[in-house]
C-alpha cells in the first residue's frame, strides 16, 4: 500500500509542475497612449501661412509694375555672391520670370526685390512686404531691415566695389567740406580748362 501511494505521489508532482511551466504569462498591461492636444485655431492659421509662403515663388509680385528708368537700374546692379564683413554673404540672383526683380538672400532670409527711386544716385532696391532694402554704392553695399532699423549685412563688396574702394585709398576724393579749388591757386588752370564732369556714382566715406 505504500509503494502504492508512494509511486501516485511522485507521477502527480511532476503533472504540477509541468502545468505551472506550460500556464502562458500574463501579458504586460498595455500602456495608454496619450493623444495629442489639439491644436488651436492661431496655430491652424501659422501652419496654412507657412504651407503658403513655402510653395509661392518668391519672384513673382504681380502688383509692381516698373518703370523704364528702373530697369535701367536694375541693369546696374551687382549680382552674384557678395562677401560682407564678419564673414557674411549676399546672394543676388536676377528673377527668370520678371525683368528688374532680384532674390536677395542671406542665411535663411531671404526677400524679393525691385529697383525704387534714389535721391542720391545711388541704386537702392526694396522688399516692401518683408521690409528690408538693399543699398549699392560705388564701393560697398549693405542689407538693411527697414523694420527694426538695423543693418543684416554691412561693408560688402563686389569685385567692382573692391577695385574703386582701393582706388579711393590712394586717391581720395574732396568731401563736400573741403576748399574747392579756384583757378587762381591751381596752377596752369587757366591753360587747360577742364571740360564738364559726368555723374559719379555715390561713395560712402
Known amino acids: 500500500m505504500k509503494s502504492f501511494v508512494l509511486a501516485a505521489c511522485i507521477f502527480v508532482i511532476p503533472a504540477a509542475l509541468l502545468a505551472q511551466t506550460a500556464a502562458p504569462a ?14 488651436s485655431p492661431a496655430e491652424i492659421r501659422r501652419s496654412a501661412l507657412k504651407a503658403v509662403e513655402e510653395v509661392t515663388p518668391i519672384d513673382e509680385d504681380p502688383n509692381v509694375t516698373l518703370s523704364v528708368a ?82 543684416l549685412a554691412d561693408e560688402c563688396m563686389s569685385p567692382e566695389q573692391t577695385t574703386l574702394a582701393d582706388e579711393l585709398k ?16 591751381a596752377p596752369g588752370a587757366a591753360a587747360s580748362a577742364p571740360g564738364p564732369a559726368a555723374s559719379a556714382p555715390a561713395v560712402a566715406k
Open 170 to 185: 590712394k586717391n581720395p576724393r574732396p568731401g563736400l567740406l573741403d576748399a574747392p579749388v579756384t583757378a587762381a591757386s
Open 70 to 151: 528702373d530697369l535701367a537700374m536694375a541693369e546696374r546692379v551687382f549680382v552674384g555672391t557678395i562677401p560682407c564683413e564678419l564673414g557674411a554673404f549676399v546672394t543676388l540672383t536676377p528673377s527668370k520670370r520678371r525683368p528688374g526683380f532680384f532674390v536677395v538672400q542671406t542665411g535663411k532670409m531671404r526677400f524679393n526685390m525691385h529697383p525704387v527711386e534714389s535721391r542720391t544716385g545711388a541704386i537702392r532696391i526694396e522688399d516692401p512686404k518683408r521690409g528690408a532694402m538693399w543699398l549699392q554704392l560705388g564701393n560697398k553695399s549693405m542689407l538693411m531691415s527697414q523694420k527694426t532699423g538695423q543693418r
Open 26 to 39: 500574463k501579458a504586460p498591461a498595455k500602456a495608454t497612449a496619450k493623444k495629442p492636444e489639439p491644436k
